[in-house]
């Protein structure tokens, strides 16, 4: 019978930082990873790093700390993470207003600078300067998603640590006291488990009969082969639906909703957005949609056919550009960072999930909640309890 210190459940970004930090600390630990090929919301993300976006004393901290670390992070692990400083372009639609959309952005911690639609077209020609009425410019951080997880986890291996390719099915459960997990293929017990599963945390919690607050949407994108041309900023609607439907899914008064036996749903949004990553391919999006099946099955045909629709009216030449749909469950909290501690009324068992900026947070809230667990306190992570 296998033991551990830690098991770690998930290994996309925010298990897999997680898992060798804890590591760092000298436990043993394992990462349980359903996936042998990537098919998470790690794979299917923008990589973006937004540390403008600061709206508090806490986020600030951990936004500083989290491009700090993502820069320097190479260095660290041994590996390349493709890190790069990127422009984000928000564009602004030709019926908004663009000083009104500016003055939205006050609250963050770096102020955007307004370009009128000369201005951005000539920095990304790919713009179509007839769907826009300007753009709101900012510094950004981008990482391939991809690279940056294999990179944790190779530094991780080299640390002792174990990952095992199966999926985990159940908690085990003695009274209030989690002991470890059972997958398709066995048992494997730990003092501590942690759960960094994404969209499918909820469940797994929910299944031994433990509530937290971590929801997720439903979120589709297009991804393609490495193209000839390259973009010159990362590109969003400054207007982004998908912080709404988030707030609307994670009110208190949906409880109810996401304990419904039913499946239950929110209408659909789309952001229309494009990232180039270093290797010249794009990720093209994005559909998000709360379904509170987490085996919901979705339409990609039309999720596709909508995504070239929009993207077309904001970069005509994408529209057509050949490539894969993907979808993925994507985890969020109700506090517009994360859930991130240990469980009232419960022993071994802790959640990791639901990030709203995760390449910018996750790293960061890693190093504290590591630094919890070998000290007994972090003034960071008490912030977060739920």
């Known amino acids: 019978m296998k033991t551990y210190d830690w098991i ?3 290994g996309g970004i925010t ?26 919301a790690t794979y299917s993300s923008y990589g973006g790093i937004a540390y403008w976006s600061a709206t508090s004393i806490l986020t600030r901290q951990l936004a ?13 692990l041994g590996a390349e993470t493709d890190f790069r400083e990127i422009d984000l372009f928000l564009t602004i639609q030709a019926d908004e207003d663009p000083k009104t959309v500016l003055a939205d952005y006050d609250r963050f911690s770096i102020a955007p600078t307004l370009l009128n639609v000369s201005e951005a077209c000539k920095i990304e020609p790919l713009l179509n300067p007839n769907a826009i009425s300007g753009v709101l410019r900012l510094p950004h951080g981008s990482v391939h998603p ?17 990952i095992i390719r199966d999926r985990v099915v159940e908690l085990l459960r003695e009274g209030n006291n989690i002991k470890g997990v059972k997958t398709t293929k066995s048992k494997y017990y730990a003092a ?11 469940y ?10 971590v929801f997720f949407t439903y979120a589709q994108l297009i991804k393609t082969e490495p193209v000839n041309f390259r973009l010159s900023a990362l590109i969003m609607p400054a207007v982004q639906k998908r912080f709404e439907i988030e707030s609307k899914g994670s009110s208190l008064d949906l409880d109810t909703f996401w304990n419904e036996s039913e499946c239950q749903s929110l209408p659909a949004i789309l952001d229309p ?3 180039q990553l270093q290797d010249n391919s794009l990720c093209i999006g994005q559909i998000s949609q709360i379904i509170t099946d987490p085996e919901a099955k979705i339409d990609a045909a039309t999720g596709e056919e909508q995504i070239r629709q929009e993207i077309g009216t904001i970069l005509p030449s994408l529209a057509k550009i050949p490539g894969t749909w993907h979808g993925c469950r994507v985890a969020f909290a109700n506090n517009a960072i994360a859930t991130v501690g240990s469980i009232d009324n419960y022993d071994g068992i802790y959640v990791f999930s639901g990030f709203t900026s995760t390449f910018l947070f996750a790293p960061a809230l890693a190093k504290h909640f590591a630094n919890w667990i070998a000290t007994g306190e972090d003034k960071i992570i008490s912030q977060l309890s739920f």
């Open 15 to 40: 298990g897999s930082a997680l898992a060798y930090e804890l590591a760092k600390i000298g436990l043993k630990v394992a990462i349980l990873e359903k996936d042998s090929t990537p098919n998470n």
């Open 273 to 275: 957005g494009a990232v």
């Open 8 to 10: 770690v459940i998930g």
């Open 192 to 202: 501590n488990t942690v759960v960094c599963a994404g969209g499918l945390s909820r």
């Open 64 to 76: 500083e700390e989290g491009i700090s670390i993502q820069r320097n992070l190479p260095t660290e």
């Open 146 to 162: 991809q690279k940056n997880t294999l990179a944790y986890q190779a530094a991780f291996r080299r640390l002792g640590g174990e």
């Open 204 to 213: 797994i919690l929910a299944a031994v009969g433990i509530k937290v607050p």
